[in-house]
């Protein structure tokens, strides 16, 4: 088990996401990548469906179709990710591993097809900017599970 000790401060977490995972007794000294992984989980799953309904809302939501399949795969990830995260005791670190990887593969291809539509439209612009945070907290997560 984790030497709590050595765990970052709860105290110091700007968001509730934060603060809980900081307080876990798991958080060790990766806590901070944790916290900053299940951030941008949330936030990219909420980026992503916002994404897809204002795609829908386009004056031509037919040329937006391939956006909106990427933009719900993606949140939908993002949410699976988000409880492997959160959930996952360190026996199944394999199982947590393979689906960050999912996760950064889903964030790279939703923010590429969210930045070809990023000049024409915002939601695209900040839905793009969500995934490509999320890919790079996953990255470092991935980068110190199961050493």
């Not at 030497?3 to 060790?28: N, V, Y």
């Not at 897809?52 to 956006?67: N, R, V």
């Not at 959160?86 to 960050?100: D, F, K, N, T, V």
């Not at 593969?105 to 900040?126: T, Y």
Request: overall charge negative; charged content about 20%; hydrophobic content about 40%.
């Amino acid at each position: 088990m984790t030497d709590h000790a050595a765990s970052p401060d709860p105290s110091t977490g700007s968001t509730l996401i934060e603060r809980i995972s900081l307080s876990h007794p798991r958080s060790g000294a990766e806590g901070r990548l944790y916290a900053e992984a299940l951030q941008a989980l949330a936030e990219c799953a909420t980026a992503c469906t916002v994404c897809a309904d204002a795609c829908l809302s386009e004056d031509d939501p037919t040329a937006m179709l391939e956006c909106v399949r990427v933009d719900l795969l993606c949140a939908a990830i993002c949410a699976a990710t988000t409880q492997a995260v959160a959930g996952a005791p360190e026996e199944h670190s394999s199982i947590m591993r393979a689906q960050l990887q999912a996760c950064i593969e889903a964030c790279r291809s939703c923010a590429e097809e969210c930045e070809q539509h990023a000049g024409h439209h915002e939601h695209c612009k900040l839905c793009a900017e969500a995934c490509r945070r999320c890919e790079q907290a996953c990255e470092a997560l991935l980068a110190v599970i199961g050493r």
